[in-house]
């Protein structure tokens, strides 16, 4: 639990500039935007806890392709109540847009979230969830490389704190995994005897 903590605690350090800071322009998009972010990784949480224990198919694909089509229609219908596809045109699509969307599609969605619900399947939920800290660091250390964004010491403490987070939630799995299980009575002569 204290890994855990620690890992929302680190992801709070990271993005919590953008959520406090005043809005630029009459409107604060980016800590509005950062709050529907971590308030998805949340109900992400919960969503994984239920499904352990909810009825659902045994495949993983079928699991993921129901998840991604839910999903999609649900963003399909909230772009076009926004007015997206009236200013969408596909001539503005770039290859490198293409081959992004490509990838996302492919490794993004449908390897990495059927091995997602595969792993869930099989795996403690503690140490499956620990990809959802490493997220943020990942894409701070990619802006940084591709799109020259700055790196600051705010930023490399953040990181520390979530990598730190990580090796507390898999350690801790590790060390309860070695510890010897007592039984009832063997737990009541320990009480009693004390």
Not at 108 to 117: E, N, R
């Amino acid at each position: 639990m204290l890994g855990l903590a620690a890992g929302f605690v680190g992801v709070g350090i990271l993005v919590g500039p953008a959520i406090t800071a005043p809005p630029a322009g009459g409107s604060n998009h980016a800590g509005l935007g950062m709050l529907i972010l971590l308030f998805g990784s949340l109900m992400w949480s919960v969503g994984s806890l239920y499904s352990l224990r909810a009825p659902n198919s045994r495949s993983p694909f079928l699991s993921s392709a129901q998840t991604m089509l839910c999903g999609g229609g649900l963003m399909i219908i909230a772009g076009l109540v926004h007015g997206e596809a009236r200013d969408f045109h596909f001539s503005q699509v770039t290859a490198v847009s293409l081959g992004a969307f490509i990838y996302l599609v492919l490794i993004g969605a449908i390897v990495g979230y059927t091995s997602f619900i595969f792993l869930l399947r099989h795996c403690d939920p503690s140490k499956v969830a620990t990809y959802a800290y490493v997220n943020p660091i990942v894409a701070v250390f990619l802006g940084a490389f591709f799109a020259g964004e700055t790196l600051s010491l705010r930023t490399a403490v953040a990181a520390a704190v979530i990598v730190g987070s990580v090796a507390l939630v898999i350690t801790a799995q590790q060390a309860k995994e070695k510890m010897p299980l007592l039984s009832r009575p063997q737990l009541h002569k320990r009480s009693g005897s004390s």
